[in-house]
T-cell receptor, first 116, second 111 residues
């Protein structure tokens, strides 16, 4: 059962415009959310995160928005650049932590292509 | 500070052969994880470890074994490889936060 869903497998955006990647989750216990970026033949790299006590977190061109009532988060990239072309994974975690995983539940990813 | 490293980067096996994938981290992290990534499937957790000498099953553990004899190393073993284990394998580690840091991956093909 997929607890984190990225319903758009791909997104194509022109350079300079905004990219919006979406993610939905089903588990109301999730309280921490992350976005990872992955280039071909490389491992995922951490991009930005947000705790459930916030509804927005910003880091340069990247902003993550969290709507807890809708169980939805989104990643905004402004302005988009060709180097942003990659697969973006949404991930979530929640209690219990401690001796259990603190595991991350991943979505299936969205391939972002930014064209000149 | 190399972060998380994985060896080998590529490997081709025949059905029934065995191999071990090595993951090493130099961040003194307690938690380590093995994932596999298949097209359209995202990252699926195979096994994990919450500390030296401990291991546990993730969501797709069948056909794999792991060991964590040293805090910095996490080994993933395939005793009898099958074509269904053709995948890209990622190791990750984390410290006191929920953020996991990933290695570069091992691309395994089982013929």
């Amino acid at each position: 059962d997929q607890q984190v869903k990225q319903n758009s497998p791909s997104l194509s955006v022109q350079e300079g415009r905004i990219s919006i990647l979406n993610c939905d989750y089903t588990n109301s216990m999730f309280d921490y959310f992350l976005w990872y970026k992955k280039y071909p033949a490389e491992g995922p790299t951490f991009l930005i995160s947000i705790s459930s006590i916030k509804d927005k977190n910003e880091d340069g061109r990247f902003t993550v928005f969290l709507n807890k009532s809708a169980k939805h988060l989104s990643l905004h990239i402004v302005p988009s650049q060709p180097g942003d072309s990659a697969v973006y994974f949404c991930a979530a975690s929640g209690p219990p932590r401690g001796s259990t995983l603190g595991r991350l539940y991943f979505g299936r990813g969205t391939q972002l292509t930014v064209w000149p | 500070n190399a972060g998380v490293t994985q060896t080998p980067k590529f490997r081709v096996l025949k059905t029934g052969q065995s191999m071990t994938l090595l993951c090493a981290q130099d961040m003194n992290h307690e938690y380590m994880y093995w994932y596999r990534q298949d097209p359209g499937m995202g990252l699926r957790l195979i096994h994990y470890s919450v500390g030296e000498g401990t291991t546990a099953k993730g969501e797709v553990p069948d056909g794999y074994n792991v060991s964590r004899l040293k805090k910095q190393n996490f080994l993933l073993g395939l005793e009898s490889a099958a074509p269904s284990q053709t995948s890209v394998y990622f190791c990750a580690s984390r410290g006191g936060t929920d953020t996991q840091y990933f290695g570069p991956g091992t691309r395994l093909t089982v013929l």
